[in-house]
């Protein structure tokens, strides 16, 4: 009887689980090692000079010394095969005033990506061109007259400190927003969500914001930021859509890459925005575990999905397949919508009905939902991803809201 209990039980575990969906190039998401970073402090005494990467989502393997003005940076990624986006994050602790250069290297077969942002107590500034050079082919980065503490980095740093502070920050006097723990991650991260709605939650349509599944991809963070906060702006748009819609977004899908400073994957060595057929990883299970029973518990049905990600330009990248969604001219609305109140704005959309298990694609086969991979450009201007972030907030509610 004993037996027939367990058997059962597990027999509940697996049919309770989220259903898995077979895409035509599916990705084995099986964990892989990872190579960890030695958290520490590269000392020249002579130069009287430091660099270190002893804060979460830092990123340096190793520094030497070439001649008395120019620095190696060793950046390596946290396993391979991995796709092309060196990241990098350290600080720097000069004594003196001096000037110096940084020689940026990567292992064969992968080259730079980011522009070089620095902070040296005044704010985020992206390195000026002629501040740029390079030395067998390796980017030289020139940094002049410095003294004192500064922080070099691929993208402005936003690890899950940062996260948090914005939740805290946009929780004041927002008792309709719920902040919730759903899960752990392989380090045992907190797997955060907000859950948006005003008034009951019950039946309502249910939309799914997602980011940072890929820890370097910061300008896409600053547009799900903007994107969020215009959602729970205090307005008449914003009222009516918190009384119809429920949102649930996911400010941070990777915790764990982005505390460790990770290119691209989970500390499963693994992208989990490749995840979303079996999810074999911590992150995609909890979260997709997590909107099964949401909808089940409160009878919501998901309309659409936008996960938010950054590339070399901006794009948005579309299903194909719209007739079977609930809303199937919405994405050409919504489009000409930004086209209108973005100045000198044109969408770019790539559209096609996704092969592998990416999120968009599991929200259309999973779900009949509208799927969007919302991509902003690495050196888009941030004032920019403001507006893009906002204005597309802005009419996708007033849209939605007349549904």
């Known amino acids: 009887m004993k037996y027939f209990f367990k058997c059962f039980a597990f027999f509940l575990l697996i049919s309770c689980g989220p259903k898995k969906i077979k895409f ?7 964990s ?15 130069k009287e000079i430091s660099f270190n990467n002893k804060f979460d989502g830092a990123r340096i393997n190793g520094v030497s010394q070439i001649n008395d003005t120019i620095f190696k940076i060793i950046i390596k990624p946290e396993n391979t095969p991995i796709n092309n986006s060196a990241y990098y994050s350290f600080e720097i602790s000069s004594q ?3 000037t110096i250069y940084l020689k940026f290297d ?6 730079h990506r980011y522009i070089p942002k620095q902070n040296w107590g005044d704010g985020w500034k992206i390195t000026e061109n002629n501040d740029l050079d390079f030395l067998d082919d390796k980017i030289l980065l020139r940094l002049e007259n410095i003294y004192g503490k500064g922080l070099i980095s691929a993208q402005e740093i936003q690890n899950s400190n940062d996260v948090k502070n914005w939740i805290n920050k946009i929780l004041k006097n927002k008792s309709y927003i719920n902040w919730v723990t759903i899960g752990e991650t392989n380090l045992g991260r907190p797997i955060w969500v907000l859950d948006i709605t005003k ?8 939309l799914l914001f997602f980011t940072r599944q890929h820890p370097p991809e910061v300008t896409g963070y ?19 859509f918190l009384n119809k819609y429920r ?21 499963g060595g693994i992208d989990t925005n490749r995840d979303w057929g079996h999810y074999r990883q911590p992150e995609i299970r909890s979260i997709v575990n997590f909107i099964k029973k949401t909808k089940r518990k409160y009878n919501n049905k998901i309309v659409m999905g936008l996960d938010f990600h950054s590339t070399y330009y901006d794009v948005f990248y579309t299903n194909v397949e719209r007739e079977s969604t609930p809303y ?49 450009g690495d050196e888009t201007s941030r004032e920019k991803i403001d507006l893009i972030g906002k204005t597309s907030a802005q009419v996708l509610m007033k849209l939605l809201t007349d549904y």
């Open 222 to 240: 600053f547009a799900f930021k903007s994107f969020i906060e215009e959602l729970i702006n205090n307005n008449p748009v914003a009222e009516l």
């Open 106 to 111: 990567y292992p064969q077969g992968y080259s």
């Open 328 to 376: 199937p001219k919405f994405l050409d609305q919504w489009f000409e919508g930004m086209e209108k109140n973005i100045p000198d704005y044109k969408v770019n959309e790539k559209a096609s009905n996704s092969t592998q298990p990416v999120s968009k694609g599991w929200l259309l086969y999973a779900n009949k939902a509208i799927g969007v991979t919302y991509e902003i």
């Open 199 to 206: 008034g009951s939650p019950t039946d309502k349509p249910l």
């Open 32 to 46: 892989r090692p990872i190579e960890f970073q030695n958290k520490t402090s590269y000392d020249f005494p002579q």
């Open 24 to 30: 035509e190039r599916p990705v084995d998401t099986s």
């Open 96 to 98: 003196s005033t001096q």
């Open 247 to 267: 949102v649930l977004a996911f400010p941070l899908v990777n915790p764990d890459g982005v505390d460790l400073g990770h290119w691209r994957h989970n500390a």
